[in-house]
């Protein structure tokens, strides 16, 4: 049963564009939602977060917008760069964060 | 600071054999999570530690186990190996109470022949 769900297993972009990067969840008791980057021989690292409060958190060139009634959340990176190409993993916890679920990731390429 | 650190960074074992995968958290935090990522999956989670006790495991067989030491480094064992073990294992370790953002380690990658 996948709870988090990353449906595009890649993307490609052109350097200087944005990168719209979608996540869909199923568990309403999910409320804190996480973005994670993780490049080869690197463990994931975290990059952006968004409670179930907020419907928007930004963070330089990254944004998360979450809509709690599609139970959809994205991330937008504008504009991309070539070392932002990776794999981004969305994950969710319920309250307390003890137990997170992450999706399948999707792997960005941005193309100079 | 250092950061997570997880031995041995490659093993390879056999069909039936035992792997026994090692993580130290950063200093300070008591928790420690297992994932694994098998190609072309996401992180499924394996166990969670914290204080030296087992709170939580994911949806994996009994030989998967494991204990976190009183340093609150763990170890994670995975006993009668199969093919389909063959995997990242990943590390994280979190502050207790404090915030739901972890620290992963860079992950042991397990072949399993």
């Known amino acids: 049963d996948q709870q988090v769900k990353q449906n595009s297993p890649s993307l490609s972009v052109q350097e200087g564009r944005i990168s719209i990067l979608n996540c869909d969840y199923t568990n309403s008791m999910f409320d804190y939602f996480l973005w994670y980057k993780k490049y080869p021989a690197e463990g994931p690292t975290f990059l952006i977060s968004i409670s179930s409060i907020k419907d928007k958190n930004e963070d330089g060139r990254f944004t998360v917008f979450l809509n709690k009634s599609a139970k959809h959340l994205s991330l937008h990176i504008v504009p991309s760069q070539p070392g932002d190409s990776a794999v981004y993993f969305c994950a969710a916890s319920p309250t307390g964060g003890f137990k997170t679920i992450f999706g399948a990731g999707t792997r960005l390429f941005v193309k100079a | 600071e250092a950061g997570v650190t997880q031995s041995p960074t490659h093993l390879i074992k056999t069909r039936g054999q035992q792997a026994t995968l090692r993580c130290s958290p950063i200093?300070?935090?008591?928790?420690v999570y297992w994932y694994q990522q098998a190609l072309g999956l996401g992180l499924q989670f394996l166990l969670w530690?914290?204080?030296?006790?087992?709170?939580n495991r994911g949806n994996f067989p009994p030989r998967f186990s494991g204990r976190q030491f009183p340093n609150y480094s763990s170890e994670l064992n995975v006993n009668a190996l199969e093919l389909e073990d063959s995997a990242l294992y990943l590390c994280?370790?979190?502050?207790?109470?404090?915030?739901?953002?972890?620290?992963f380690g860079s992950g042991t990658r397990l072949t399993v022949v």
């Open positions: 530690y914290d204080e030296g006790e087992e709170r």
């Open positions: 994280a370790s979190r502050l207790t109470g404090n915030s739901y953002g972890y620290t």
């Open positions: 200093s300070g935090h008591t928790s």
